[in-house]
């Protein structure tokens, strides 16, 4: 992805998505943190946004000055002109008129075009939408998506004009993507179908395009690499965020384990091969992905129909001083890795644990009590509570009963 387009002279490339710059013949026209330099940057981002339509006074003003007290703001604002068509000419632009105002509304000079990687990518997917031809569709969607490399200025997320267009813009991307995707699927271009899933989560991440990625590899039989993208995602999710596999995923995932093939091997092999993710975890607890632990838990449900054992699942939660779970912030990182480890330590080899979210464990206790629940608890403390620390744990348990007990 990523195609470099080509330049041409006496055009001004106006770059929004995933940051904001201007280039004029190979030259770059930067702002920088000073006050007048970020003026200039605001009212070239909106006027060069809205060539056709101009943009009014009133929001002009609204946008430089806000509610700064400013006794002429009219003077103002044409003092931000006047240095911004200043800093225009230094920078090796036509000598023209280049901002103008038409009753009430400043326009951008029709003397200089402006290409705009965000006009740009619009023209791309309209024009595909109405494009017969498939080859030409698909190259449409493809190079449209090259345009989004980001956010629509991401420095301008509190500005509501901004805000807009970039949810606008996002929503563009989402769907150019699908459609790309459709139409490799109907060709099976999987290798095309990866890279695409590939440029789409490292552009827009946290957006599940990893299902993508993940379709392809399963459909070029990379069974191995669609499975480490998984689990890699996951953990991805769950440290950033805190958020359990998707529907889609997990689905995803079905489909691999139903096309996983295995040559003849003796049992030996095999089960070497079966526990060879578990070397490095030599004592405590099962330290699992959400996945696993789901499956561990559907998996002792069916024993219990059989054998009758106890099982308990317990929700352990980092809490500050006053008793609420903590949300956000280093400390919580900090707390949740310490968490981990206390609760490795004292449960035992046969249990399983998961990271469930941002300070949060979840622990599936097999053949254990009620009270032997609270001696794990107890010991969670001892290993995590240190000297005079405020912050502790709550603990939630629940008695897993099968299906059958409960009707």
């Known amino acids: 992805m ?35 330099e970020l003026q200039f940057t605001y009212l070239m981002q909106i006027l060069l946004h809205n060539p056709v339509k101009g943009v009014s006074r009133n929001q002009l003003e609204d946008l430089l000055f806000g509610d700064r007290d400013i006794s002429n703001v009219h003077h103002a604002m044409q003092s931000v002109i006047y240095n ?3 800093k225009l000419k230094k920078a090796g632009l036509p000598d023209v008129n280049y901002i103008t105002l038409k009753k009430g509304v400043f326009y951008w000079t029709e003397e200089i075009p402006v290409a ?43 500005v509501i004009w901004a805000a807009q267009e970039a949810r606008r813009y996002r929503g563009m991307f989402c769907a150019c993507v699908e459609k790309a995707v459709e139409l490799l699927r109907e060709r099976q271009d999987y290798f095309q179908m990866e890279r695409l899933g590939l440029y789409a989560s490292g552009t827009s991440p946290l957006s599940d395009w990893e299902t993508v990625t993940m379709e392809a590899l399963v459909a070029m039989g990379r069974l191995d690499d669609a499975r480490k993208l998984y689990d890699d995602t996951v953990e991805f999710y769950m440290q950033e965020q805190g958020l359990r596999p ?23 092999a095999i089960q070497t091969e079966l526990s060879r993710d578990n070397v490095e975890q030599e004592g405590g607890g099962y330290l699992c992905t959400y996945p696993v632990f789901q499956g561990i838990y559907h998996m002792v449900k069916r024993i219990m129909e059989r054998g009758g054992q106890s099982v ?29 480890e206390a ?33 794990v608890q107890r010991r969670i403390n001892y290993h995590f509570i240190v000297g005079r620390q405020r912050t502790g744990v709550q ?13």
């Open 116 to 158: 705009e990687d965000a006009v740009e990518f619009e023209r791309l997917i309209v024009r595909a939408g109405s494009e017969e031809d498939t080859d030409q569709k698909l190259d449409d969607y493809l190079r449209a998506c090259d345009y989004y490399r980001g956010e629509f200025l991401p420095a301008q997320a509190g």
């Open 246 to 268: 998707s529907k889609k995923m997990m689905e995803m995932m079905e489909k691999l384990g139903t096309q996983m093939k295995h040559r003849y091997e003796v049992l030996d």
């Open 84 to 86: 911004a068509k200043k």
């Open 312 to 340: 308990y699942l317990m929700l352990c939660t980092v809490v500050d001083g006053r008793g609420n779970p903590m949300k956000e912030g280093g400390l919580l990182e900090e707390l949740s890795e310490r968490l981990g």
């Open 343 to 375: 609760i490795c330590r004292s449960v035992r080899h046969s249990d399983a644990v998961n990271r469930y979210g941002k300070g949060q464990y979840l622990v599936l206790l097999i053949n254990t009590t009620r009270e032997n629940c609270e001696v």
């Open 2 to 36: 990523n195609t470099v387009e080509t330049e041409c002279n006496n055009v001004l490339y106006v770059r929004t998505f995933d940051g904001f710059s201007m280039r004029w013949n190979g030259s770059l026209i930067a702002g920088s943190a000073r006050s007048g």
């Open 395 to 407: 603990y939630y348990v629940n008695s897993v009963i099968c299906e059958q007990e409960k009707r």
